[in-house]
């Protein structure tokens, strides 16, 4: 299904997830998510389709947003029973919406890619907003708290061509 379109693709979303729901149905499962190029800031606006989506992807155990930057927060509110792997990329990211989100999830998540991330930081004086694009260090340092958590088994961030990471950090 081709999913395109700032005003048609909530609506996309909808139908896809009503077919999912339905295939449920019949045993069918969808594991992994991918959403890639989701810019609409509203996903869903009922109750009825916030309600749909959560049947459609509850059996996901892998969700990955690639430069979608409107939808994380959907995904925090979003019951993912099955989430154990979520990755990332092409994103602005802002620290405290990716924390909430791991958060959110704390039951299950236990992997972390981040890819081709840039870092969302609010610096403001007076009435000037300064947004800094981090290199991977800023970044790994801005995940202290994700980190330390205790949620996750394994963090990486950018593959490189080889299939090895930039970073790889496992937690005990």
Not at 63 to 89: K, M, T, V, Y
Not at 115 to 143: P, V
Request: glycine letters at 4%; charged letters at 25%; proline letters at 3%.
């Amino acid at each position: 299904m081709l999913l395109d379109g700032q005003l048609s693709f909530p609506r996309h979303v909808e139908v896809m997830a009503t077919a999912i729901a339905a295939a449920k149905r019949y045993r069918v499962a969808i594991h992994t998510l991918i959403i890639s190029g989701f810019y609409p800031r509203v996903l869903c606006q009922s109750r009825l389709v916030t309600d749909i989506i959560s049947e459609a992807f509850s059996d996901v155990k892998e969700l990955q947003l690639h430069d979608s930057p409107a939808i994380l927060n959907f995904f925090e509110q979003c019951p993912l029973p099955q989430l154990e792997r979520f990755e990332i990329g092409c994103y602005w990211m802002s620290v405290s919406h990716l924390e909430r989100f791991i958060y959110a999830h704390a039951r299950t998540i236990k992997f972390l890619h981040l890819e081709d991330i840039w870092l969302f930081r609010e610096n403001r004086e007076g009435n000037i907003l300064n947004l800094t694009l981090a290199d991977t260090k800023m970044i790994l340092d801005s995940l202290t708290n994700i980190r330390c958590s205790g949620i996750l088994s394994e963090l990486t961030i950018n593959r490189k061509i080889d299939g090895c990471y930039e970073i790889k950090e496992s937690f005990a």
